[in-house]
C-alpha cells in the first residue's frame, strides 16, 4: 500500500491571530536574529517552557511572518486525540511527533521545531524551571545528519515564570491510592507512568512577564562520526543552551532596568 503524502499546513492568519493576545500580553523580544537563514532549511531546537502553548505560538508566527521561515512543529502525540483541538495544531504546521511524519515533513524542504523534552518538559513540576528533561533522545540528531540539516539553538525566556504551581504532581505521585492507579498497566501505559500528568497552577491567568527569544549559531553536525560523537555534541548542545538561558536573564534584567528609566 502506497504511504499516502503528509499534508503540511500553514496559516498565516490562523497563525497570526493565536499569537497576536500572547504577543500584545507577553511583549515579546527577539535576540540573534542574525542567525537565521530563511532561505535553507535546519533543525530549530530549544527548551520547552510550562504548559508550552504561551510562548510557541509567537516564536512559531515570528519565524513564519517576519522571516519567511515555515518551521513545522513536532507536537506531542497527546494533542492529535482531541477534536477540534488537534485541526487547529495542525493548522500552524503541527505534525504528530513521530520520525517517518519528520522525515516526510523534510523532504518536501521544511524546518523542523524540535523540542527534545517533549510532553514531559511541558508539564514540570516545582524546581523544574528552565530545565532542560531531555531523556536519551538523539533521533532529531540521527535526522538532522540524514537530511544534511544544521542545528539552530534557540532559547525561550519567560514561559517557566507565568504561572506558580498550587498542586505539584510529585506529591501526587506519592499518594498510595495513585500508586495504585498506575499499577494497572493499561490506565499507566494512557498517563505515561505519571508523565504527562500537569501540575495545577494557582491561577489560570498568567503574569504579565517579557518574553525573551534568542536564536543562536547554527552548528553543523557533519563532522559526526559516531554515537558517541553524537552523546557528547548533544551534551554540549545542552550545556549552551543553559548557559544562554542565564545569559538571557541578565540581558533581560538589564533591559527592564533601562526602560524603566526611560
Known amino acids: 500500500m502506497k504511504q499516502k503524502t503528509l499534508q503540511i499546513m500553514h496559516s498565516p492568519t490562523l497563525i497570526r491571530l493565536i499569537s497576536g493576545l500572547q504577543r500584545f500580553y507577553f511583549s515579546p523580544t527577539y535576540l540573534g536574529t542574525e542567525n537565521l537563514v530563511p532561505n535553507q532549511?535546519?533543525?530549530?531546537?530549544?527548551?520547552?517552557?510550562?504548559?508550552?502553548?504561551?510562548?510557541?505560538?509567537?516564536?512559531?508566527?515570528?519565524?513564519?511572518?517576519?522571516?519567511?521561515?515555515?518551521?513545522?512543529?513536532?507536537?506531542?502525540?497527546?494533542?492529535?486525540?482531541?477534536?477540534?483541538?488537534?485541526?487547529?495544531?495542525?493548522?500552524?504546521?503541527?505534525?504528530?511527533?513521530?520520525?517517518?511524519?519528520?522525515?516526510?515533513?523534510?523532504?518536501?524542504?521544511?524546518?523542523?521545531?524540535?523540542?527534545?523534552?517533549?510532553?514531559?518538559?511541558?508539564?514540570?513540576?516545582k524546581g523544574e524551571a528552565y530545565q532542560l528533561i531531555w531523556k536519551q533522545r538523539y533521533g532529531f540528531l540521527k535526522l538532522a545528519q540524514e537530511f544534511n540539516y544544521e542545528i539552530a539553538p534557540f532559547i525561550a525566556l519567560g514561559g517557566d515564570e507565568v504561572f506558580d504551581l498550587a498542586l505539584d504532581v510529585n506529591s501526587l505521585l506519592k499518594q498510595n491510592w495513585f500508586k495504585k492507579l498506575l499499577s494497572y498497566p493499561k490506565i499507566s501505559e494512557v498517563l505515561r507512568h505519571g508523565e504527562i500528568i500537569p501540575s495545577i497552577p494557582k491561577s489560570i491567568i498568567p503574569k504579565k512577564i517579557p518574553f525573551y527569544f534568542k536564536f543562536l549559531p547554527r552548528l553543523s553536525l557533519n563532522h559526526m562520526q559516531s554515537m558517541e560523537d553524537l552523546i557528547e555534541f548533544r551534551a554540549q548542545l545542552q550545556q549552551q543552551i543553559y548557559t544562554e538561558i542565564e545569559l538571557l536573564k541578565q540581558y533581560r534584567e538589564d533591559d527592564l532596568k533601562s526602560k524603566k528609566n526611560d
Not at 53 to 60: A, E, G, W
Not at 74 to 80: E, I, K, P, Q, Y
Not at 97 to 110: D, H, L, N, T, W
Open 41 to 125: 532549511p535546519a533543525m530549530y531546537v530549544g527548551n520547552h517552557t510550562l504548559y508550552g502553548v504561551l510562548d510557541s505560538p509567537i516564536l512559531i508566527d515570528y519565524l513564519f511572518n517576519e522571516h519567511k521561515i515555515a518551521v513545522v512543529s513536532l507536537a506531542d502525540h497527546v494533542h492529535f486525540h482531541i477534536p477540534l483541538w488537534r485541526e487547529m495544531v495542525k493548522r500552524v504546521g503541527a505534525i504528530d511527533g513521530v520520525q517517518a511524519y519528520a522525515r516526510q515533513a523534510m523532504q518536501q524542504g521544511y524546518s523542523i521545531l524540535v523540542f527534545p523534552g517533549g510532553g514531559r518538559e511541558v508539564v514540570k513540576r
